[in-house]
């Protein structure tokens, strides 16, 4: 009997990709058979690339990983993860104040479906304290970001929010 895939959805902003979040999907992928990297466009924040170019970054720091793929969604995440049959929804953990708002939300999908798992994974500790915003922060003053982001991603980082 042919074994159902295992697939998982891990959503996020992606405003950029960093490598915080790389080192989860690279985690991801070794619990699952399929990891859809899913970029939300409803943002209550307003991002500074649009869905497009998070997902062409995404795509492009990926490029060499098999069983990857990377869409964009909207609405409600429960409902996307049941449509793309997946057993589950990877979320990161940086440190203890992560945990409150991502325990928040576990709950509430689990009550409105239960049959779809959160599955926190740890980030390495060398990007624990690494988010997008801080990047962004950092490139605009002008900061090395090297060791946060791909080449590609700095590039296009610099390209927005450098004054020239
Ligand atoms: P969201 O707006 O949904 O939090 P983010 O792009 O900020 O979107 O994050 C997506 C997911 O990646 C979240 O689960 C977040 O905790 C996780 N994440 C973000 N940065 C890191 C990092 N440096 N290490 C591990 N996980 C991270």
């Known amino acids: 009997m042919e074994k159902t895939p295992k697939i998982?959805?891990?959503?996020?902003?992606?405003?950029?990709?960093?490598?915080?979040?790389?080192?989860?999907?690279?985690?991801?992928?070794?619990l699952f058979d399929q990891v859809i990297v899913s970029v939300t466009r409803n943002?209550?924040?307003s991002p500074l690339?649009?869905?497009?170019?998070?997902?062409?970054?995404?795509r492009e720091s990926l490029n060499d990983f098999p069983h990857i793929s990377v869409e964009s969604f909207d609405g409600l995440l429960i409902d996307y993860a049941r449509?793309?049959?997946?057993?589950?929804?990877?979320?990161?953990?940086?440190?203890?104040?992560?945990?409150?708002?991502?325990?928040?939300m576990a709950?509430?999908?689990?009550k409105l479906h239960d049959d779809v798992v959160t599955v926190f994974l740890m980030t390495h500790d060398k990007y624990s304290y690494?988010?997008?915003?801080i990047?962004?922060?950092l490139v605009r003053l002008g900061g090395d970001v090297d060791f946060f982001v791909p080449a590609h991603v700095r590039t296009r980082l610099e390209e927005k929010l450098r004054v020239k």
Not at 49 to 56: A, H, I, S
Not at 83 to 94: C, D, H, M, W
Not at 130 to 133: F, G, V, Y
């Open 49 to 58: 690339f649009d869905e497009t170019e998070r997902v062409q970054m995404i």
């Open 8 to 30: 998982a959805i891990y959503p996020g902003s992606f405003d950029p990709i960093t490598n915080g979040h790389i080192d989860i999907i690279k985690r991801a992928i070794m």
């Open 135 to 137: 990047v962004k922060e």
């Open 83 to 104: 449509e793309k049959q997946a057993s589950a929804i990877i979320r990161g953990l940086r440190a203890v104040s992560d945990f409150e708002y991502e325990f928040q």
């Open 43 to 45: 943002l209550s924040k």
């Open 130 to 133: 690494l988010n997008s915003s």
């Open 107 to 110: 709950l509430v999908n689990r």
